[in-house]
């Protein structure tokens, strides 16, 4: 075992995930789905998330509380991507390429009032709504690179809304 490896044992019943590796000139960081439909299929993936915040007012249009009043939150975005096939370096995505790609989604709607802005100047800026916009701006960017796989918006440290498509 390599001396930077993380042996860890796996849970009872439950397939052995792979081991952080070191490799020259890259650190490989990659954990299979634990999705029981992947797994029943055979295949591998390697799934990363990358978390990031902003910040933008916005209200809730017909919103029969507070929310109908601008408000702002402090959000935390995660996005999750998957793939089966790592490159010649042994990674799927160079987790800076994928937070500069996701940072440029996330300015256009920093420090933003957003209902002003598409789509949530025609539909509510709600976190559900954030999600899947969200969610759908990655897909355009990320092309063919990687699988969006699902974001999850944070709109308190308690509160979170996940949006996926099958």
Do not use: W
């Not at 397939?15 to 029943?40: E, H, K, N």
């Not at 916009?133 to 960017?141: D, K, L, M, P, T």
């Not at 690179?145 to 979170?160: G, I, L």
Request: aromatic residues 8%.
């Amino acid at each position: 075992m390599h001396p930077l490896s993380i042996d860890v044992p796996p849970a009872k019943d439950v397939p052995a995930p792979p081991r952080f590796a070191l490799a020259v000139g890259c650190v490989i960081i990659a954990a299979t789905t634990q999705d029981p439909m992947v797994r029943s299929r055979g295949l591998t993936l390697y799934e990363l998330t990358v978390e990031r915040d902003f910040s933008a007012a916005h209200l809730m249009r017909g919103h029969p509380g507070a929310c109908a009043r601008m408000h702002g939150h402090n959000y935390r975005v995660a996005l999750v991507v998957a793939g089966e096939e790592l490159d010649d370096c042994g990674i799927l995505m160079d987790f800076a390429d994928l937070k500069r790609v996701f940072d440029g989604i996330l300015s256009e709607l920093d420090h933003r009032y957003l209902n002003e802005i598409a789509p949530f100047d025609e539909i509510n800026p709600s976190s559900e709504n954030l999600a899947r916009h969200i969610y759908g701006r990655s897909v355009e960017a990320l092309g063919e690179q990687v699988k969006v796989v699902r974001v999850t918006v944070y709109e308190s440290a308690t509160s979170s809304v996940t949006y996926y498509e099958e």
